[in-house]
């Protein structure tokens, strides 16, 4: 007898709470099942206990909607149970609470107010009102958000751990609210709302070279809606007005992302979020038109996710004081500290150390510096309105002299970032891989903050397109990214619709040339919905996503005009190969114009693909045609008619085999003459941001699993490992971000948290470890697993969004033993080495086979 249980409840995308942003929410379950191969016949949904609808269906990720639409303000308990094709039912599953956290059309009133007397521009502020409570309260929700970053309290609670809301987005279109239940912070009687607030992205400077200015606006805004239902059925809406009062006051004397944040605990003021506060002095707050209304957050907001202790308290040669917490981190300082009245403490922060002083020549403009000004009495400091990339954080202005015991217990790294559920994990019997992989997690978990950046600590941070396009796949194993990438996914759709279909270099668009088309950085727009459907199964995604993907291609379409060839355009290329000289990052060995048409025939048969999924049939085989007839243009162009490109270079062959731009016997070719190259670099690598993702697939579909294997497990610069060698905690935008001897890279651009390097880590999962999905959403997996020279064992697991799902092998006296996990009401594809494929169903399974590596190789030390 089979016991089956349903083990979660997802309501859309998020799952940190069962949100419906819209009234037709999508459902998704997760099944333990002990009968192997379990596979489902039919579901049942029970909204509030008691309407049963019965489901045929054997999908359980992102069913539709079952009952009629939902209306806002809703809560419903909802239970699933699911029947399998063994006849057997499961129970009823937890019950979990969905609410509405979307608004009727109309219903958003709340007006953005600001400060009428704000002090200098980019003004933090405090505003507040109170409210009479006088019936009883049967629930109660903060619909709220601002231009610029925000937080409420009620009756002096902060409403919820969120900060830095309503996070960035492209403001001038699209702007977002929360939706917060409430009801336990209202009292009978007398309440009062507060907002405290600064500018955020909204008021920041972007641009490069001393040139940084304005774009959206110079003073901040709050918003906020509070709709209460009473247990009478009646029910009252309180929103931001001319009424409501405000303040430049407030510790937060002074807030930017790049420059930091100024708190003076002397300018506390109590009770200003309680009722009763006097504020009699305060003016009443400008009211500001606006003419985007808000739209409910659908991804999971910033918080704050781990705190770290101070590894080392170090005094530099020139005597200053810099805590060390062993780790790359984005995040802020909480610092509990007693000294003199007016006192200054300085914290400077970076992510080096250069002759053993903050190596800070790196954040260019960004002054990435709090100043905390003490009370005289005990204070605890910890910014809100800003955040920094950091390792090492230099303290100035200290009370005293800096216990390296005591104070250093004081000192606390608080981390944050978007609080996405992570749902991969990777080891292997090489410690520095493991390592590797470490860093490529504590990069995506600064660098996913808000929007998905380049990097987090330079006057820069933005949403560089071409660093997710080529990290999307990974950032999707690694964590569940799909509420937050298709939530950056609208500001992308929003942005080309302002600039006649070009996604541009950076989104939300800052810069003042960013809104160009570039090859591999543009070309976000087709991938990411493409990951999006095939790591998630949300073809939501998508078809929202589909105009936009679409437009995308059209543009670059007309770019290259007649002969489909795009040339003679400002490219990125493949930007810092190893070989560009540091002040030069896009002179790669490969050609722009290569890579520019490669991408284009790349992005139109991703078009074709999803418009065939969405059952666009005229659309499939106008963008596959276009796709063919680019794709002779670019092997007329740049390939010999004996399979050499034009730039005999890493990148060029990679994409032609991952690309699939070539037919079979190319392939073998450019397979071979790939190897030839990377054995010719003595197993180092030779490409940028364009080829680095690819390059270990390229080999290894083509039958060179073992240079994929040697340009892996490199130790020397420029590789994968170098930085981890270096010890790097995050991966660095550069092989060479730190030289072999220790210094700064020269060039005015290095950072050490750039994620896109890290991308070879979807095929650490995909093919080393063998797990990847076959079919959209890991439907269907395909075990394939590639043991490689120099390793005993790699493993990983990965939370798909049907469940748990395992593969790896170990070797051992010339066997390989493989095992994989595979979720209920999915099956995988088993491909090993020298064995015919089979199919599986759901369970544990074990394989043990031959090792197919030379036997010279197995113990093949590092290289
Ligand atoms: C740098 C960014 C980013 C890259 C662009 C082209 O400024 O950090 O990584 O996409 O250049």
Same mark, same amino acid.
């Given at each position: 007898?089979?016991?089956?249980?349903?083990?979660?409840?997802?309501?859309?995308?998020?799952?940190?709470?069962?949100?419906?942003?819209?009234?037709?929410?999508?459902?998704?379950?997760?099944?333990?099942?002990?009968?192997?191969?379990?596979?489902?016949?039919?579901?049942?949904?029970?909204?509030?206990?008691?309407?049963?609808?019965?489901?045929?269906?054997?999908?359980?990720?992102?069913?539709?909607?079952?009952?009629?639409?939902?209306?806002?303000?809703?809560?419903?308990?909802?239970?699933?149970?699911?029947?399998?094709?063994?006849?057997?039912?499961?129970?009823?599953?937890?019950?979990?609470?969905?609410?509405?956290?979307?608004?009727?059309?109309?219903?958003?009133?709340?007006?953005?107010?600001?400060?009428?007397?704000?002090?200098?521009?980019?003004?933090?502020?405090?505003?507040?009102?109170?409210?009479?409570?006088?019936?009883?309260?049967?629930?109660?929700?903060?619909?709220?958000?601002?231009?610029?970053?925000?937080?409420?309290?009620?009756?002096?609670?902060?409403?919820?751990?969120?900060?830095?809301?309503?996070?960035?987005?492209?403001?001038?279109?699209?702007?977002?609210? &929360?939706?917060?239940?409430?009801?336990?912070?209202?009292?009978?009687?007398?309440?009062?709302?507060?907002?405290? +607030?600064?500018?955020?992205?909204?008021?920041?400077?972007?641009?490069?070279?001393?040139?940084?200015?304005?774009?959206?606006?110079?003073?901040?805004?709050?918003?906020?809606?509070?709709?209460?239902?009473?247990?009478?059925?009646?029910?009252?809406?309180?929103?931001?007005?001319?009424?409501?009062?405000?303040?430049?006051?407030?510790?937060?004397?002074?807030?930017?992302?790049?420059?930091?944040?100024?708190?003076?605990?002397?300018?506390?003021?109590?009770?200003?979020?309680?009722?009763?506060?006097?504020?009699?002095?305060?003016?009443?707050?400008?009211?500001?038109?606006?003419?985007?209304?808000?739209?409910?957050?659908?991804?999971?907001?910033?918080?704050?996710?781990?705190?770290?202790?101070?590894?080392?308290?170090?005094?530099?040669?020139?005597?200053?004081?810099?805590?060390?917490?062993?780790?790359?981190?984005?995040?802020?300082?909480?610092?509990?500290?007693?000294?003199?009245?007016?006192?200054?403490?300085?914290?400077?922060?970076?992510?080096?150390?250069?002759?053993?002083?903050?190596?800070?020549?790196?954040?260019?403009?960004?002054?990435?510096?709090?100043?905390?000004?003490?009370?005289?009495?005990?204070?605890?400091?910890?910014?809100?309105?800003?955040?920094?990339?950091?390792?090492?954080?230099?303290?100035?202005?200290?009370?005293?002299?800096?216990?390296?015991?005591?104070?250093?217990?004081?000192?606390?790294?608080?981390?944050?970032?978007?609080?996405?559920?992570?749902s991969g994990?990777f080891?292997?019997?090489?410690?520095?891989?493991?390592?590797l992989h470490?860093n490529v997690v504590?990069g995506m978990?600064?660098n996913f903050?808000?929007?998905p950046?380049?990097?987090?600590?330079?006057?820069?941070?933005?949403?560089?397109?071409?660093d997710i396009q080529v990290f999307s796949p990974t950032a999707s194993t690694l964590f569940?990214s799909?509420?937050?990438l298709?939530?950056?996914?609208?500001?992308?759709?929003?942005?080309?619709?302002?600039?006649?279909?070009?996604?541009?270099?950076?989104?939300?668009?800052?810069?003042?040339?960013?809104?160009?088309?570039?090859?591999?950085?543009?070309?976000?727009?087709?991938v990411v919905?493409?990951v999006?459907?095939?790591r998630?199964?949300?073809?939501?995604?998508?078809?929202?996503?589909?105009?936009?993907?679409?437009?995308?291609?059209?543009?670059?379409?007309?770019?290259?005009?007649?002969?489909?060839?795009?040339?003679?355009? +400002?490219?990125?290329?493949?930007?810092?190969?190893?070989?560009?000289?540091?002040?030069?990052?896009?002179?790669?060995?490969?050609?722009?114009?290569?890579?520019?048409?490669?991408?284009?025939?790349?992005?139109?048969?991703?078009?074709?693909?999803?418009?065939?999924?969405?059952?666009?049939?005229?659309?499939?085989?106008?963008?596959?045609?276009?796709?063919?007839?680019?794709?002779?243009?670019?092997?007329?162009?740049?390939?010999?008619?004996?399979?050499?490109?034009?730039?005999?270079?890493?990148?060029?062959?990679?994409?032609?085999?991952?690309? &699939?731009?070539?037919?079979?016997?190319?392939?073998?070719?450019?397979?071979?003459?790939?190897?030839?190259?990377?054995?010719?670099?003595?197993?180092?690598?030779?490409?940028?941001?364009?080829?680095t993702p690819i390059?270990a697939d390229?080999?290894?579909?083509?039958?060179?699993?073992?240079?994929?294997?040697?340009?892996?497990?490199?130790?020397?610069? !420029?590789?994968?490992?170098?930085?981890?060698?270096?010890?790097?905690?995050?991966v660095?935008?550069?092989?060479?971000?730190?030289?072999?001897?220790?210094?700064?890279? !020269?060039?005015?651009?290095?950072?050490?948290?750039?994620y896109a390097f890290g991308a070879v880590t979807d095929w650490m999962y995909r093919?080393?470890?063998?797990?990847?999905?076959?079919?959209?959403?890991?439907?269907?997996?395909?075990?394939?697993?590639? !043991?490689?020279?120099?390793?005993?064992?790699?493993?990983a697991?990965h939370?798909?969004?049907?469940?748990?799902?395992?593969?790896?092998?170990?070797?051992?006296?010339?066997?390989?033993?493989?095992?994989?996990?595979?979720?209920?009401?999915?099956?995988?594809?088993?491909?090993?080495?020298?064995?015919?494929?089979?199919?599986?169903?759901?369970?544990?399974?074990?394989?043990?086979?031959?090792?197919?590596? !030379?036997?010279?190789?197995?113990?093949?030390?590092?290289?």
């Open positions: 007898m089979s016991t089956t249980r349903v083990t979660a409840v997802r309501v859309e995308r998020r799952r940190d709470g069962a949100f419906a942003e819209t009234p037709t929410p999508r459902l998704s379950w997760t099944v333990a099942s002990d009968g192997p191969g379990w596979r489902q016949s039919a579901a049942e949904v029970r909204l509030d206990g008691t309407e049963v609808a019965r489901l045929d269906t054997a999908e359980s990720v992102f069913v539709d909607w079952p009952y009629p639409p939902l209306v806002p303000h809703a809560r419903h308990t909802l239970e699933v149970r699911v029947t399998g094709d063994d006849g057997g039912t499961s129970p009823w599953s937890e019950p979990v609470t969905l609410r509405s956290v979307f608004l009727a059309d109309g219903e958003w009133q709340a007006a953005f107010v600001a400060l009428a007397q704000p002090e200098g521009e980019a003004c933090p502020g405090l505003v507040r009102t109170e409210i009479d409570v006088d019936k009883e309260v049967a629930s109660a929700t903060l619909y709220a958000s601002a231009q610029g970053v925000y937080q409420v309290a009620i009756n002096g609670r902060d409403v919820d751990d969120a900060v830095l809301k309503p996070g960035w987005t492209s403001y001038q279109y699209r702007i977002e609210h &929360e939706a917060t239940d409430v009801t336990g912070l209202l009292t009978t009687g007398r309440n009062a709302v507060g907002i405290r +607030f600064a500018g955020g992205w909204f008021t920041e400077e972007y641009g490069f070279h001393g040139s940084a200015r304005r774009v959206y606006g110079d003073q901040p805004a709050v918003a906020a809606q509070l709709h209460i239902a009473y247990t009478d059925g009646t029910s009252d809406v309180v929103v931001t007005g001319s009424h409501w009062r405000g303040a430049a006051a407030g510790p937060v004397v002074s807030s930017g992302i790049y420059a930091g944040e100024r708190i003076d605990a002397r300018r506390a003021v109590s009770g200003w979020s309680a009722p009763g506060f006097d504020d009699s002095a305060w003016p009443a707050v400008a009211v500001r038109d606006a003419d985007v209304v808000p739209e409910p957050a659908t991804a999971e907001p910033v918080r704050r996710t781990e705190e770290l202790v101070v590894q080392e308290v170090i005094t530099t040669p020139s005597g200053k004081t810099v805590l060390d917490f062993g780790q790359n981190l984005v995040g802020w300082l909480r610092v509990r500290v007693a000294g003199p009245e007016g006192q200054v403490i300085t914290v400077r922060h970076a992510e080096v150390l250069e002759h053993g002083e903050l190596g800070v020549r790196p954040l260019r403009h960004a002054r990435a510096t709090d100043e905390l000004v003490l009370s005289g009495g005990e204070d605890v400091f910890e910014p809100e309105f800003t955040f920094h990339g950091f390792r090492y954080a230099e303290l100035e202005g200290w009370p005293g002299e800096f216990d390296s015991e005591l104070d250093a217990a004081s000192v606390t790294a608080v981390v944050v970032g978007s609080d996405m559920r992570r994990w080891e292997s019997s090489e410690p520095l891989l493991n390592r470490e504590w978990r600064g903050l808000s929007i950046t380049d990097c987090p600590q330079r006057d820069e941070r933005l949403g560089w397109t071409g569940d799909d509420a937050f298709s939530a950056w996914l609208k500001d992308v759709a929003a942005e080309q619709a302002a600039s006649d279909g070009v996604c541009g270099f950076v989104v939300p668009q800052v810069l003042p040339d960013g809104d160009r088309a570039a090859a591999a950085w543009g070309d976000a727009a087709t919905p493409t999006l459907f095939e998630f199964g949300d073809r939501r995604a998508l078809a929202e996503q589909y105009p936009s993907m679409r437009a995308w291609v059209d543009k670059v379409v007309e770019l290259a005009g007649e002969g489909l060839l795009w040339q003679g355009m +400002f490219q990125f290329g493949d930007w810092l190969d190893p070989d560009s000289p540091p002040d030069n990052p896009g002179q790669a060995k490969v050609d722009k114009e290569i890579v520019a048409t490669a991408h284009l025939v790349r992005s139109a048969r991703l078009v074709a693909r999803a418009a065939r999924e969405l059952g666009h049939a005229e659309d499939a085989s106008r963008y596959a045609d276009i796709a063919e007839r680019t794709r002779q243009a670019w092997l007329h162009e740049y390939v010999t008619p004996a399979g050499m490109i034009v730039s005999d270079a890493q990148t060029a062959y990679a994409m032609a085999i991952a690309y &699939e731009l070539v037919d079979a016997d190319a392939r073998t070719v450019m397979g071979e003459r790939l190897a030839e190259l990377v054995r010719r670099a003595d197993f180092h690598i030779g490409t940028g941001f364009v080829g390059i390229a080999l290894t579909t083509t039958g060179h699993a073992d240079v994929a294997g040697r340009l892996l497990l490199q130790t020397e610069v !420029p590789s994968w490992l170098y930085a981890v060698t270096m010890g790097a905690t995050t660095w935008e550069r092989w060479d971000s730190m030289l072999p001897d220790g210094s700064i890279n !020269p060039g005015q651009m290095t950072s050490f948290n750039h093919r080393l470890a063998g797990l990847a999905p076959d079919a959209a959403g890991y439907r269907r997996l395909r075990i394939a697993p590639v !043991p490689i020279a120099g390793l005993d064992r790699a493993w697991r939370e798909t969004p049907y469940g748990m799902a395992e593969s790896g092998w170990t070797a051992t006296d010339g066997e390989i033993r493989v095992r994989a996990v595979v979720p209920a009401n999915t099956t995988a594809t088993v491909e090993l080495p020298g064995a015919e494929p089979v199919e599986v169903g759901s369970g544990a399974h074990e394989w043990t086979i031959a090792d197919p590596r !030379p036997a010279e190789e197995h113990t093949l030390a590092r290289v």
